[in-house]
Nanobody, 120 residues
Framework: QVQLVESGGGSVQAGDSLRLSCAASGFTFSMFHMAWHRQVPGKEREFVGVISWKGGKTVLADSVKGRFSISRDNARKRVYLQMSNLKPEDTAVYYC?????????????WGQGTQVTVSS
């Protein structure tokens, strides 16, 4: 059974930091690029960033560059999103997703999401 389980969300103040974790099981984690997306109710899902299957390359959305970073631990089958200097506009449900698509348009597996709320 494939599972992606996010954790680490919560309510913080602007300027604070959070680290989200995503625990994977049921598939060969080390063969998938792992991405983070976020979504605000009523808005389209937004790409946050992605890390390559070996962890050698990361790509981040312009809106989070310089504040967020992505890392992974293939031995533990986990991917992380380190978020710093959080802003109210970062408030969203954050999802991790797994893909083998080099164009990063088709994601095979999704987690259930974790809420991040940033207050000013």
């Amino acid at each position: 059974q494939v599972q992606l389980v996010e954790s680490g969300g919560g309510s913080v103040q602007a300027g604070d930091s959070l680290r989200l974790s995503c625990a994977a099981s049921g598939f060969t984690f080390s063969m998938f690029h792992m991405a983070w997306h976020r979504q605000v109710p009523g808005k389209e899902r937004e790409f946050v960033g992605v890390i390559s299957w070996k962890g050698g390359k990361t790509v981040l959305a312009d809106s989070v560059k310089g504040r967020f970073s992505i890392s992974r631990d293939n031995a533990r089958k986990r991917v992380y999103l380190q978020m710093s200097n959080l802003k109210p506009e970062d408030t969203a449900v954050y999802y991790c997703a797994a893909t083998t698509d080099p164009d990063l348009t088709e994601y095979r597996y999704w987690g259930q999401g974790t809420q991040v709320t940033v207050s000013s």
